[in-house]
């Protein structure tokens, strides 16, 4: 199995709808939870932290269930401007970093 | 207020052959990480620099080793390069104590013929 999976996608959405993107991690001792955005031929960046309380930025919302080991993030009001590869990524590290990244899924947004 | 660098943005190398590829962190970044992209995956941890030394590693043979200078750059050297050596190298920095929060450059795009 592998330590982070993601949806296959792609996900082709009309403007304003609202996708949801799901990932699973393997290792119970992960540390912390991010998602990055990656747009076509660039670097990915930090999107947000994910935190077991949850946590909300604007039309993001990230949410992390320890116990299922699952983390999920949610995009309301979708823009053509969201079209990326959202990468979820675990931290294994409690000193310094040891970053897993999922393969990413893939999102249009369609006029 | 410089972000992250690296050189070159492009590379072609024949297999066997050996590269060096090179980044410069964020300015007042101590601590520079390499990752792997290969297309349609997403980055794999390689190494992680921090005061002029390996500090953690991911799961890569020895062919792939690294350097930090006083100034915080960093190398990411390949012996022996394999066809499947090809990919996006990523560099990304951070600050000791705050690793969690890492931007990162722009990419070198390794073709291996």
Known sequence: RKEVEQDPGPFNVPEGATVAFNCTYSNSASQSFFWYRQDC???PK????????????GRFTAQLNRASQYISLLIRDSKLSDSATYLCVVNLGNYGQN???????RLSVLP | ??????SPTHLIKTRGQQVTLRCSPKSGHDTVSWYQQALGQGPQFIFQYYEEEERQRGNF????????????SS??????????????????SSLAG?????YFGPGTRLLVL
């Open chain 2, 61 to 72: 043979p020895d062919r792939f080793s690294g350097h930090q200078f006083p100034n915080y």
């Open chain 2, 1 to 6: 207020d410089a972000g992250v660098t690296q």
């Open chain 1, 99 to 105: 970053f897993v990244f999922g393969p990413g899924t």
């Open chain 1, 46 to 57: 930090l999107l947000m932290s994910v935190y077991s309380s949850g946590n909300e930025d």
């Open chain 2, 98 to 102: 705050f690793q969690e929060t890492q």
């Open chain 2, 75 to 92: 190398e990411l050297n390949v012996n022996a390069l394999l066809l499947g050596d090809s990919a996006l190298y990523l560099c990304a």
């Open chain 1, 41 to 43: 031929r660039k670097e």
